[in-house]
C-alpha cells in the first residue's frame, strides 16, 4: 500500500509522554501515517495548514489555544480534515463546545488502544464516536434531563430491536441486512420506524439512545 493510501493523523497533545505512547501505538497499524505531533493549538494549525491531513487527534485541554478554538480554525483551514478529541474530561461545558466546533468524535483518555483505532478508521468513513459518557450526555442534552419517560422499547418489535442494536454496533444498513438475512430496503424501512417510534433524528442519537439504556454492552466501547 502506499502512502497516498494510508490514512494521515496528526497528533495535538501538550503532555510528549501521551504523543509518544499513541504514535507508538498507531505505526504499528499498516493503513495509518503518524505525519505530525504538536503540543499546542497554535502549532497544530500551523501543521493543518501545511499537511492538510485526514484526522487530528486532539487534546483538549492546553495552554494557549484550546482545543474548542483549534477544531473551529482546523475545520475553517481544511474542512475535510476530521478532529477526533481525546480527552480526560467528559463535562458538558467541554463537549458540547468541542462537538459544536466541528469535532466528529469525542473519546476518553480512559479507552483502550484498540478502541481510539477503531474511533479514528470511523472518522475517516465520516462516521461519529462517542465514549459511553458523553453518549449519555449527548443524549440527555437532545431529549431533555426529564427522566420521566415511557418505556418506549415496548413500542419497538423485536425485528426493530434487532436492527437498534445493530445501528448502535455501528454497522451500515447493508451489513445489517446481511447479519439479519433481509433485504437492505427492508432495513430501511425498519430504521424509519424506530426513528420515528423514538422520535429520535439520527442514527448517531439512535445508537446514543442504545448506549445510555444499556441495549448494547458499553463495556464494548472501552
Do not use: C
Not at 59 to 71: A, C, K, R, S
Not at 106 to 118: N, Q, R, S
Not at 163 to 172: N, S
Not at 200 to 214: C, E, I, M, N, P
Amino acid at each position: 500500500m502506499g502512502k497516498s493510501n494510508l490514512v494521515s493523523i496528526l497528533i495535538v497533545d501538550d503532555h510528549e509522554v501521551v504523543r509518544n505512547g499513541i504514535r507508538s501505538y498507531l505505526e504499528t497499524i499498516k493503513d495509518f501515517d503518524v505525519v505530525g505531533e504538536a503540543e499546542s493549538g497554535e502549532k497544530a494549525i500551523k501543521l493543518v495548514s501545511e499537511l492538510i491531513p485526514d484526522i487530528v487527534l486532539l487534546d483538549l485541554i492546553m495552554p494557549g489555544m484550546d482545543g474548542v478554538e483549534t477544531t473551529r480554525q482546523i475545520k475553517k483551514i481544511s474542512p475535510r480534515t476530521q478532529v477526533v478529541v481525546l480527552t480526560s474530561y467528559h463535562e458538558d461545558v467541554h463537549i458540547f463546545p468541542a462537538l459544536k466546533a466541528g469535532a466528529i468524535s469525542y473519546i476518553l483518555k480512559d479507552m483502550k488502544m484498540e478502541k481510539l483505532a477503531e474511533a479514528l478508521q470511523r472518522a475517516v468513513r465520516h462516521e461519529v464516536t462517542l465514549h459511553p459518557l458523553v453518549a449519555e450526555r449527548v443524549l440527555q442534552n437532545i431529549r431533555g434531563d426529564d427522566s420521566e419517560e415511557p418505556s418506549l422499547f415496548t413500542e419497538l418489535t423485536e425485528r426493530e430491536l434487532d436492527v437498534l442494536r445493530l445501528i448502535a454496533k455501528g454497522m451500515t444498513n447493508s451489513q445489517i441486512a446481511e447479519n439479519l438475512v433481509i433485504s437492505e430496503n427492508t432495513v430501511k424501512g425498519h430504521v424509519s420506524n424506530i426513528l420515528s417510534k423514538l422520535h429520535l433524528a439520527d442514527r448517531t442519537q439512535v445508537a446514543v439512545y442504545a448506549w445510555q439504556r444499556g441495549i448494547v454492552n458499553r463495556e464494548q466501547m472501552k
